[in-house]
């Protein structure tokens, strides 16, 4: 089992950064793909970025790569989504997320745990 904690949310302007970091715990964080996911109001939740369990393999939505990155520091058991540039559109509630199975996954629904979400507001 895994819990999962996000942290880093905020209100920035159009161009700022933030960094999110979701904290785990549990045994099985360090093999445990992980992913971000989003969701605006009235929108269904959406992939944002992944990672593998040894963070060698990312994945990105075309909507964020090039600006958004995800990190993980197995040691600090601690998955983290740096995002620059950020745009309005990019507002919403930030979902952390983990999987049971081997690889990383850009569907919310072959992940096993969730956060409780952080919101991001970008103002214009």
């Known amino acids: 089992q895994v819990q999962l904690v996000e942290s880093g949310g905020g209100l920035v302007q159009a161009g700022g950064s933030l960094r999110l970091s979701c904290a785990a715990s549990g045994r099985t964080f360090s093999t445990s793909p992980m992913g971000w996911f989003r969701q605006a109001p009235g929108k269904e939740r959406e992939f944002v970025s992944s990672?593998?369990?040894?963070?060698?393999?990312?994945y990105y939505s075309d909507s964020v790569k090039g600006r958004f990155t995800i990190s993980r520091d197995n040691a600090k058991n601690t998955v983290y989504l740096q995002m620059n540039s950020l745009k309005p559109e990019d507002t919403a509630v930030y979902y952390c997320?983990?999987?049971?199975?081997?690889?990383?996954?850009?569907?919310?629904?072959?992940?096993?745990?969730w956060g409780q979400g952080t919101q991001v507001t970008v103002s214009s």
């Open positions: 990672i593998g369990w040894y963070g060698g393999t990312t």
């Open positions: 997320a983990g999987r049971a199975a081997a690889l990383p996954s850009i569907h919310s629904s072959d992940y096993d745990y």
